[in-house]
């Protein structure tokens, strides 16, 4: 697999993608798809002393421990000499 050549327009944003800068690094959020539609508990707020005040914030907010949805949005750092991409790790 060969590396990529060139640079991506300046300040262009699309559906699947958000660009900005921080500094002197170009950023670029990637949206990577969505969970289907389930329990949000136990695997998010592992921790089982904080399930119930996790599940209390949720509701607080008007999301569904029971039905939601959670989005994967890597994120693309170009450093100039350098590409460097930080990934969620949920993937299947």
Known sequence: ???????????VN???FYR?????IQAVVLSDGQS???PLLPNWGANPELQEAFRRTL???????EATRNN???????????RLLV?????A
């Open 1 to 11: 697999m060969g590396r990529a050549q060139g640079r991506a327009p300046k300040g």
């Open 59 to 65: 509701v607080e907010h008007f999301l569904d421990p």
């Open 20 to 24: 900005f800068r921080v500094g002197g």
């Open 72 to 82: 994967f949005n890597p994120v693309l750092l170009d450093l100039g000499e350098a």
């Open 14 to 16: 699309g559906g699947g």
């Open 36 to 38: 289907p539609p389930g």
């Open 87 to 91: 990934d969620t790790g949920r993937g």
